[in-house]
Every structure is written in C-alpha cells, then in structure tokens.
C-alpha cells in the first residue's frame, strides 16, 4: 500500500469572478453544456471539515491539527445555499446532494433542509433532496432529518471487518455506528438507502462478499466504486484500483445477477439485481466505475463548493466564484445569466480523457480536494 502522499496546494482562493452575459435572458430549465448534457444535479457541500480521515479523500498526514479549515464567515449562510440553488433549479436542477466533508458536523443543518424541501421545479415538483455522511452522527439525527423533509441518505461504509474499516477512515470509528446510523435512517423513512464501499486493492477488497452478503434482502442498495485519483493528496496509484469488472466476476462466484437499466439518465451506477427470478426482493447492487468505465458522455452534475464556487466536474483544477457575486449584491437574472454562462461553456469529460491516456490538466494545475466540493 503506497503511504506517499502529497503537500496540499491551498486552491480556494484567487478564483475568477463570474462573466455576465450581455444580455439577460430568463432561465429555460432547458440549459445544456457545450457536449449537450443538461444541469440536473446539483452537489452542495456544506462544510469542509469532516471527523474521518479516509485515505481516499482526506489522508490524515495531510489533512493533520495544522491544516487550516476555511473559517465560518467564508461558509455560504443557507439563505445564501438556498439563494443559488433556487437559481440552478431554474435552470434544470431536480436533485440537491447535501455533502462535505461530513454535512451532519454543519450546525443545524436541518434548517438548512427545511429551506431546500420548500424549492420546486418550474413545473411545481419537489425536488430529489439527498445527502451523503459517513453514518458517524446518523443515528442522532435519522428522525430531525426526515422531519425536517430530507427524502433519502448515501452512506459511506468501506467495510464489515473493524479492522479493515478504521484502517480505511483512520479514525479508529467503529462499523457498529455505522450500521446503527444506517437502521435509524431506514426506521425514519430515509429511503431508499444507499450504501457506497470505495475499493482500494489490497487495503478492503476482501470485504467485497461480506458487505454484499450483509446487506442483500436489507432493502440497502450497496454500490461498488472504484478508488479514484480525486485530489492531490491521496497518493492514488492505478495498481490500487480493483477494475468493477473484476468486483462483479467476485459477487458472481456466489450470486446470479441480472442487469438493470439506469433508473434515471446521468445515473453513475452500474445497476445488478440480486434475483435472477423476479428482480427486486433481494435488492441489487451498483458499481461505480469512474476509472475503467468513464461515464461522462450523460454526466448532469454540477458542484458547489463549501464556500460557493462551482466546479463543473469532480477533476476539476478551478472553480467559479459565485459568492462573490452574490456578496456583491447580484440580482437574481444576474446570477441565473452567470450559471448560464458557466454551463453553458461546460466541456468537461476528465475521466474519459484519463481512460484514453490524456489529461486534462494544464502544467502546474491540480485537481480540487474532493472533501471541499463532495463526491
Ligand atoms: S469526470 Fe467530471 S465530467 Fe466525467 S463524470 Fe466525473 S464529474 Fe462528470
């Protein structure tokens, strides 16, 4: 296991202030990319802090009692979230990701939930409302989510063996939490449950069986995703990437699966059913596959960051700074024409590059922490 990692290069600041197009024109809810994929997702993180240090996102050598997390006034307020998520649903936006870092370590986030779950689209539908946790505070606050109208959560669990998994959030937190926070979130209605593994060769790839064994007929969803290189600071090797097709071969030593098609279009998610006969009891599994299956042909999501600059791609080296923007007294077409704009030029496609050996990084240029815009 490669324990080299690497000094962290402080990108949030000194980001470009928004264009304003010359005119402004309403939103169409229609808005396409310069490739033709429209803006349906948007991710929001809303901290930057988190209290697992996964090797994957946040190495502790890094991310250590020195590193400066941005402080609260840097944060965008939620009337400020919910200001520019208003905006992107205009333009299209029919799911919000709550994410971080850890977004259950934001104070009062259920405020936050509350101001979200009274958004609707142009037509008059409610939004997809998600969000995305390690589980570590979950069981706390399963019952205050729900009631405050979040829809459904992803977990984050690398494994069943406690070993395995605090060597994976090297933090020492136990799996039992985890499942406790994953059982609270399934009595509160918190559905349907998502459970994300990230596999790292030769670290957890042997919890594979056990996880999948675990949560067949649960009624949890269990995604497969393979380790990626987001960052600059995770050491990532390819030789640790375990290929989906490689996890799927494992899963298919001891189970039928039957594939499913995409529940919606952009879905990341290679769907299997468990039931070769009637598809459904036992559940399914999903694989994740940034890395040997580029998916960035239909890819629809946008990303917020902690203190409001959206980046248009995972991979991406810079953001936009809409903060500003709204700080400088923006209108709401002002903000509505810059996100048009943005999108618009939008031609990101980093993970189909890397397959093809090209990267889409410029000299000098390094991919943004994955823990300062969510996954
Ligand atoms: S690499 Fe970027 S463009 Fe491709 S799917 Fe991921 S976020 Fe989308």
Excluded at 228 to 255: H, K
Aim: hydrophobic fraction near 40%; charged fraction near 25%.
């Amino acid at each position: 296991m490669s324990d080299k990692v690497i000094p962290i290069l402080d990108q949030r600041s000194g980001q470009a202030l928004p264009k304003l197009p010359a005119q402004m024109l309403p939103p169409t809810g229609l808005l396409a990319d310069a490739l033709g994929r429209p803006l349906r997702d948007l991710r929001i993180s809303v901290t930057d802090r988190c209290n697992f240090r996964c090797s994957y996102c946040m190495p502790k050598q890094v991310f250590d009692k020195h590193y400066e997390f941005l402080p609260h006034s840097d944060l965008l307020s939620f009337e400020e979230i919910t200001r520019l998520a208003r905006v992107f649903v205009a333009h299209g936006v029919q799911k919000l990701r709550l994410t971080g870092g850890e977004p259950l370590l934001r104070r009062h986030i259920e405020a936050l939930i509350e101001m979200l779950s009274e958004i609707r689209t142009p037509e008059g539908l409610p939004l997809d409302l998600t969000l995305t946790t390690n589980g570590s505070l979950l069981a706390r606050k399963a019952a205050s989510l729900k009631a405050a109208g979040l829809q459904r959560v992803t977990v984050s669990l690398d494994g069943l063996d406690d070993a395995v998994f605090q060597r994976m959030n090297d933090v020492g937190f136990p799996v039992a939490e985890v499942l406790a926070g994953i059982e609270a979130a399934q009595a509160a209605g918190l559905g349907p449950i998502k459970v994300n593994m990230v596999v790292k060769c030769g670290v957890n790839d042997q919890e594979i069986l056990p996880m999948a064994r675990h949560f067949r007929g649960s009624g949890v969803t269990l995604r497969f995703i393979e380790y990626m290189d987001v960052g600059a600071t995770n050491g990532w090797r390819m030789d640790e990437v375990l290929p989906s097709s490689e996890v799927l071969a494992r899963l298919r030593e001891e189970f039928d699966l039957l594939p499913l098609s995409a529940s919606v279009a952009g879905e990341t998610a290679e769907r299997w059913s468990y039931d070769s006969e009637n598809a459904g009891g036992q559940g399914e599994i999903g694989l994740i596959s940034s890395v040997t299956q580029a998916f960035c042909g239909d890819c629809n999501r946008a990303r917020l960051s902690t203190e409001g600059k959206l980046y248009t791609c995972l991979f991406a080296h810079r953001g936009h700074d809409l903060r500003a923007l709204l700080r400088s007294g923006a209108s709401e077409a002002e903000l509505s024409g810059a996100i048009g704009l943005l999108w618009g030029a939008r031609a990101d496609r980093y993970s189909q590059l890397r397959a093809s050996g090209v990267s889409s990084l410029g000299d000098g240029e390094r991919r943004v922490e994955m823990h300062y815009i969510g996954g």
